[in-house]
Each structure stands twice: as structure tokens, then as C-alpha cells.
């Protein structure tokens, strides 16, 4: 298939000499290098942190349990 790209004049300089130093086309070295970006696997970004909430202070201490049974009974 034949396609128009457009390309920088300063790679294109540089992509003609590198096809010419390894004796191969600037078709085949520029549909290597699009397989190359192809194939790879980008990393996931990391997940985004949680949102943090300001809820004040406990009102009951949750090792406590009865202190704990009485904040959930409403006394």
C-alpha cells in the first residue's frame, strides 16, 4: 500500500543516510520502526489515588465494644 507522510526534513536527512548505511529502504526501515511502536506494550499509568476525605474526629473508639454497640444502638 502506498502512503504520503509527511516528514521533518532534518530525520528525513537522517533516515536516508541510516537506510543507506544498512543497504536497505526507507520504506523497510520506517515500516520496522512503525512495527516496533506497534508491538510494544505500553506501561499502564498508575491508578489514580483515591480522593481523601475529612470526616473529623471518631466519635467512638472501635476497639471499644461496647462504647461501640452504643454509638450503632443511637445511646
Known sequence: MKTTLEIDVQV?????????????TISALVEAALRLLLDSKPEAPPPPEPPKARMGR????VAD???????????
Open 58 to 61: 471518631p466519635r467512638v473508639d
Open 12 to 24: 528525513m536527512v537522517r533516515l536516508e543516510a541510516e537506510a543507506a548505511r544498512q543497504g536497505r
Open 65 to 75: 465494644r461496647d462504647a461501640l454497640y452504643d454509638a450503632m444502638e443511637g445511646i
